[in-house]
C-alpha cells in the first residue's frame, strides 16, 4: 500500500498495463492489439452511440437534469 501512496499515478498506470495484458492474452490479441481495440475502435465508437442517444432524447424532450 505504500507504493500506492507514494506514486500513485504510476500505481494506477501499472494496473491499467496489466489489465490491457490480461485481456490480450485471454484473447489472444496481444497487449498491443487490445490496446488499439479499446482505445482507438471501442471507446469512439461508443462515445458517438452514446451522443446519438443523447441527442434523440433531447430532441424529444426528455429533460436531462
Known amino acids: 500500500m505504500s507504493a500506492l501512496l507514494a506514486d500513485p499515478v504510476s500505481s494506477v498506470f501499472d494496473a491499467c498495463v496489466w489489465v490491457l495484458q490480461v485481456i490480450g492474452d485471454f ?3 496481444g497487449y498491443e ?5 479499446i482505445f482507438v475502435v471501442l ?9 446519438v ?5 433531447c430532441t424529444r424532450g426528455v429533460k436531462t437534469e
Open 27 to 29: 484473447t489472444g490479441m
Open 33 to 37: 492489439l487490445a490496446n488499439i481495440v
Open 43 to 51: 471507446h469512439p465508437v461508443l462515445t458517438v452511440w452514446l451522443f
Open 53 to 57: 442517444l443523447w441527442r434523440r432524447a
